[in-house]
């Protein structure tokens, strides 16, 4: 049974670049929304903080009587911008950053593999058939 040191390589490239768009066009788009949304439930905490103090500090305000319903108005505008509906937005918007960081990153490794290849068989003696 012979080793395929070139077939072995071209699977794992292969499974590497899945990996790799996997991460670009899913997880990163992700971890951006689950960010957002984090970002949206502590702007939310602040805000009714800052209700909380006008509550106590202006209660006679025509502001204090509908700051937790702006408050909670922002947080469900928030929550949208970030939901699971808007999910593809991001890398749909971006789609042109996406496609040169899915596609050109394995490619330089492709092409660098292939040209250290080259060069170490350049190095190796020339074995006659005779």
């Known amino acids: 049974m012979t080793v395929s040191v070139k077939r072995g390589f071209n699977r794992l490239f292969l499974v590497m670049t899945l990996v790799w768009a996997t991460f670009w066009a899913v997880l990163y788009p992700l971890d951006r929304q689950w960010e957002g949304q984090q970002k949206v439930l502590e702007e939310r905490d602040k805000e009714n903080k800052n209700c909380d103090a006008l509550v106590i500090e ?58 250290g290849v080259w060069i170490r068989n350049g190095f190796k003696p020339r074995t006659s058939h005779y």
């Open 58 to 115: 202006r209660p006679e305000w025509s502001m204090t009587k509908d700051c937790y319903a702006r408050s909670m108005e922002n947080f469900q505008n928030g929550l949208e911008l970030y939901s699971f509906k808007n999910f593809w937005w991001y890398p749909v918007m971006l789609w042109k950053f996406f496609l040169v960081v899915i596609v050109v990153p394995p490619a330089l490794v492709y092409g660098l593999v292939a040209l």
